[in-house]
Every structure is written in C-alpha cells, then in structure tokens.
C-alpha cells in the first residue's frame, strides 16, 4: 500500500522536463523538515490515505500523458510500493521521482536505471543538511540534482558542492526562492552565469508557480 497525499495533472514545473504535461502522485510522510517546503501538509501526512498499488497505477495513467511525477513527501521512504508501481509504469511511461537526497539511492537506481531521480542537495538556509553523499556513486545521466537557494550563504554551498556533482557527470539546477522575487531571481542568474564558465549547471524557476498551477 501507498500512503498518498494527492493524485493530480499539472505542468511540469522544474527539472529537464519542466514544461511537459505530467500526472503528479504525492506521497504522504517526510524525514525531513525544511523551511523551503512547498507541501508541508503531505510532509506531515495531512489527509493522507491508503491506495494500492494497482490503484495508484490506474488514477496516474487515466489521464494518458507520457510523463509521471512521484513527488512527495519523501517517495522513497515508501520504496517498497514505490518500485512495484515503477515496474508497472516504466515501459510506457517517462518517470521521475522527486526525493530529498537524505536516504540511500543505490537499491532503487539499480532496479530502475531508466527511471531520473530529481535529487535535492538541502542548502544551508532549508534547516535539513543532509544530503547523502554516497548518492553521488550511483546518479547518472538520466538524473540531476537540485539545489534551492535563498540568499548568499546557499550561494557559496553550491558553489562548493558543484565541482563534486560535476565530476560525475550529474546535471545541477540552481533554483531560487520564489518567494524571493525577482531581484534575487537575476543574483542568482548572475551567479549561474559565471559559475557556467567552470561547471555545467543551470538556472531554474518554478514554473508552475508562474503558471499559478498545483
């Protein structure tokens, strides 16, 4: 069984599919507690309710899109249903799993290569540093790392972490505080401009938010 927070379609709002129309399930409970949460409620497991597998399955492929979202929460803390319910997606569907850094990738990566993991790197300013390094071994092309940024000090920690992720590979999205607004959006696009001289990263908005969709 799943614990499930939320079965929606949405746009795809972050990421290297930022844009696609995309089935979202979001799952309820989180390890984790940090200030930048966009959905403390599933994080705490408000209103949460049991779905099967089968039943989840059925709700995100009624809509008929390509693209699906396990979000959470923190999915993988459910990884036991959550790699039923990928087995069953994965040869038709493209699927990306949001997951907070913190828990072991390798287990799942190796079941799912095809699968991408959008992996936060928490910075200082989420009040939850973390982020497994281990993870960094087992990432690969199809996924990337994510790091959310709100004011100078989350600056210099990606500027620290980034030669790490890039020395394997791993594509970076720096993505500002929304709430920040738009002086912060163009600092940090700044500072992704000039870190692009050394390290392959880039600059992401939510786009949902933009869009004013789930």
């Not at 979001?26 to 039943?55: I, K, T, Y």
């Not at 799912?112 to 959008?118: G, N, T």
């Not at 087992?138 to 000090?153: Q, S």
Request: charged content about 15%; proline content about 6%; aromatic content about 10%.
């Amino acid at each position: 069984m799943l614990s499930v927070h939320s079965i929606f379609s949405s746009i795809q709002g972050e990421g290297r599919f930022a844009g696609y129309p995309t089935a979202f399930l979001r799952l309820a409970g989180c390890n984790l507690s940090c200030a930048w949460c966009d959905a403390h409620e599933a994080a705490r497991s408000v209103g949460a309710f049991p779905f099967s597998v089968a039943e989840a399955f059925a709700r995100l492929t009624a809509p008929g899109l390509r693209d699906i979202c396990i979000t959470g929460g923190e999915p993988l803390l459910q990884e036991e249903a959550v790699t039923e319910l990928s087995g069953r997606l994965v040869p038709v569907h493209r699927v990306v799993i949001e997951t907070n850094g913190s828990l072991s990738l390798a287990s799942f990566k190796s079941a799912f290569p095809s699968v991408s993991l959008s992996v936060d790197w928490k910075s200082p300013s989420a009040g939850s540093a973390s982020f497994l390094a281990d993870n960094l071994e087992v990432l690969g092309e199809t996924d990337w790392i994510k790091f959310v940024v709100a004011d100078p000090l989350d600056l210099d920690h990606v500027a620290a972490a980034l030669p790490a992720v890039a020395s394997r590979g791993i594509e970076a999205f720096v993505s500002p505080v929304f709430e920040r607004g738009p002086a912060w959006f163009a600092e940090v696009g700044a500072f992704v401009t000039a870190l692009s001289a050394r390290h392959p990263v880039r600059f992401q908005l939510q786009l949902h938010k933009i869009l004013g969709v789930p």
